[in-house]
């Protein structure tokens, strides 16, 4: 008799422990996991999320014929832990072995090898086919490069899986066509809505459990409309590729208040934890360009975050951790401010994506970016921080997908491993990806005093805080260019700008 170990984030039928479960005699170990709600305080739309998402697949297995056991949150006999309850099972009955698929958080992966060998039982561990790339397929690709960049590790990826390719070229002549996705729409928009459905009776269950327990936690519970199951999943995949796909590509960086989901997928929650394949996306966006002659810049975009930025992420997480956790190139040591919580900031870009954030448990990648991210690299927010705000706050956010998101995306604490520069800009930035500076009690033409929009010299006072770190970037040296011929009037102006807003946080 075999144990077979299912994460709270692997609900997945293609998940390999499957092809080695014998349905007659072997078991599977489900836990909701406390750790999800006490070392990391989950938003509570989260919580409800993976929870529901988790019952609904264990009831499916059991429809199937698999034999399960669950641990609820709920339980009274749970003792929180999942290596607690995997030790219990063990000790409960005669396993032969123990099978699980290789988790995607580093410490689950650890812990539980830990516990495996201080029992002495005969385990494996499969790699996870879900991803696309293996990790020693990205440690090759990583092999002697002093500096990983993510478009030559798409195109590889393009060519294995002959994702939109013509013969050996990529179609339309170019790799990438991130230049033509950075469109501000004009006038009323007619955006389709995001997939919606009412909870069930076990979704419902879930929502007054979490509602009793956790009403501490960040976030609204309500309303409550995503996909618990892998049906539900494909609805929301097929109702984004037929509804927004085409709008996609001219509008992903777009930033319009009152529309937090936009022309967005909203599709990750779902690929992260097992119930779509993110192959099976992929495939469904390439046949729109083919068939039904959507644009190239909107499918290859779409596919891109898939294909490219999310398989990039996770070979960077696994090459370099644990150590990539304590990297902070840049010494940032403040901590993070209340508003990141509440939302209360006259700054209305930073007050509109937290709300969105508190109400949805999600923002999009340029709010995540150049707002959220942006102010808290340009303020020096300590990665320890910010890292455990994203997540906490992301429907989305595992470590692994989070972590080199906001360290070396966001924060650039790796040194330019991830990325070549930092993603720092002023207001004017975000003036032309959004509508949110018409509404702000700042002024983004102002560059310093009361007035000012603070990313304007919160901007320059990062590059000069961090002029012997960053000087040598040749992708930002035209700034140290223009800081070598500022008036010392100005630069003064800027400092004093900076210290003031920045000791009120």
């Known amino acids: 008799m075999q144990l077979a170990l299912i994460m709270y984030d692997q609900l997945s039928h293609d998940l390999p422990t499957f092809r080695h479960i014998d349905k007659a005699k072997d078991v599977i170990l489900m836990v909701e996991v406390v750790d999800l709600t006490t070392h990391v305080a989950h938003h509570k739309k989260k919580l409800v999320f993976i929870f529901s998402a988790m019952r609904h697949f264990a009831a499916h297995l059991k429809r199937d014929g698999f034999n399960v056991i669950y641990r609820q949150i709920d339980d009274p006999q749970h003792s929180g832990s999942l290596c607690e309850e995997l030790e219990k099972e063990i000790s409960n009955r005669d396993y032969q072995s123990v099978i699980y698929t290789h988790p995607s958080e580093y410490t689950d992966w650890i812990n539980i090898q830990k516990l495996l060998k201080s029992r002495a039982v005969d385990a494996r561990c499969l790699d996870d086919a879900r991803f696309l790339a293996t990790e020693e397929e990205f440690k090759d690709f990583a092999h002697d490069k002093k500096q990983l960049r993510m478009e030559y590790f798409y195109r590889q990826m393009r060519k294995k899986y002959n994702i939109l390719m013509n013969h050996d070229e990529p179609e339309g002549g170019k790799w990438n066509y991130d230049a033509e996705n950075r469109k501000f729409p004009k006038g009323q928009l007619d955006i389709p809505p995001t997939y919606h459905k009412d909870p069930d009776e076990i979704t419902q269950a879930v929502i007054e459990c979490v509602s009793e327990k956790f009403s501490h936690h960040f976030g609204d519970i309500m309303p409550f409309h995503l996909a618990v199951t892998r049906e539900d999943a494909l609805i929301a995949l097929k109702k984004f590729i037929e509804q927004r796909l085409e709008h996609f590509g001219d509008f992903q960086d777009a930033m319009v208040q009152g529309e937090p989901w936009m022309y967005h997928a909203h599709i990750s929650f779902y690929i992260n934890i097992g119930l779509l394949n993110p192959l099976e996306c992929i495939k469904m966006a390439e046949s729109t360009y083919y068939h039904k002659g959507y644009p190239l810049n909107a499918v290859e975009g779409f596919i891109r975050q898939i294909l490219g930025w999310r398989e990039y992420i996770r070979g960077i997480y696994w090459l370099k951790m644990p150590e990539y956790k304590t990297l902070n190139f840049l010494s940032a040591e403040r901590k993070l401010p209340d508003f990141y919580w509440t939302g209360d900031t006259p700054m209305n870009c930073l007050a509109q994506s937290v709300k969105e ?101 919160l901007y320059w006072d990062f590059l000069m805080r961090n002029q012997k770190e960053l000087s040598n970037n040749p992708r930002i040296a035209m700034m140290y260019r223009t800081i070598a011929k500022m008036p010392q009037e100005k630069i003064n102006a800027i400092k004093d700008s900076a210290d003031q807003f920045l000791s009120q946080l």
Not at 388 to 395: Q, T
């Open 357 to 457: 954030t508190k109400n949805n448990a999600y923002a999009h990648h340029i709010q995540r970016l150049m707002v959220l991210g942006n102010f808290a690299l340009l303020a020096g927010i300590h990665p320890d921080e910010i890292n455990n705000w994203y997540w906490i706050v992301y429907l989305d956010a595992y470590e692994w997908v989070e972590l080199p998101n906001v360290s070396g995306m966001v924060l650039f604490a790796d040194g330019g491993l991830l990325a070549s520069k930092p993603y720092a800009a002023g207001g004017s930035y975000i003036n032309k990806m959004s509508n949110y500076c018409q509404s702000c009690q700042f002024k983004v033409a102002v560059k310093t005093g009361e007035d000012a929009c603070p990313f304007n010299y």
